[in-house]
C-alpha cells in the first residue's frame, strides 16, 4: 500500500514561486509513475505534470511548460513540483498521485494512488 501526503502549498503573489512536496509511506514508491494533479474550484481535475520511476522521463501540461518543473529523489521517497511565475488561474488543490502507466497518459485513471491535497493560491 503507498500513502502520499502532499506539502509546500501557500499564499503566493503572481510572479512568485512555491515548491510542493509528496512523500511517500512506501519504498515501492520508487517504482511508479508519479504525477501531479490540480483541481480549481467548480472545475475539473487536471493533468499538471508527470515523471517516471527513474525520472529519466517528465511530461508537463502546456498550461505550466517552462514554468513548472517536476523531478524526483527516490532515496527519499519524494516527488517535487517546482512552481515558478505563478498566476492567479494556477490556484488550485495540487494532488500526487502514483500509478503503473507512463507519464505521457494524463488522465486520472491511470493513477491508483492519490494524496489529499495542498492548496496553493496566488493572488494578483
Known amino acids: 500500500q503507498v500513502q502520499l501526503v502532499e506539502s509546500g502549498g501557500g499564499l503566493v503573489q503572481a510572479g512568485g514561486s512555491l515548491r510542493l512536496s509528496c512523500a511517500a509511506s512506501?519504498?515501492?514508491?520508487?517504482?511508479?509513475?508519479v504525477g501531479w494533479f490540480r483541481q480549481a474550484p467548480g472545475k475539473e481535475r487536471e493533468f499538471v505534470a508527470a515523471?517516471?520511476?527513474?525520472?529519466?522521463?517528465?511530461y508537463h501540461a502546456d498550461s505550466v511548460k517552462g514554468r513548472f518543473t517536476i523531478s524526483r529523489d527516490n532515496a527519499r521517497n519524494t516527488v517535487y513540483l517546482q512552481m515558478n511565475n505563478l498566476k492567479p488561474d494556477d490556484t488550485a488543490i495540487y494532488y500526487c498521485?502514483?500509478?503503473?502507466?507512463?507519464?505521457?497518459?494524463?488522465?486520472?485513471?491511470?493513477?491508483?494512488?492519490w494524496g489529499q491535497g495542498t492548496q496553493v493560491t496566488v493572488s494578483s
Open positions: 498521485a502514483a500509478g503503473s502507466g507512463s507519464v505521457g497518459t494524463t488522465t486520472t485513471t491511470a493513477y491508483d494512488y
Open positions: 512506501a519504498r515501492t514508491f520508487s517504482s511508479r509513475t
Open positions: 515523471i517516471s520511476w527513474s525520472g529519466r522521463a517528465t
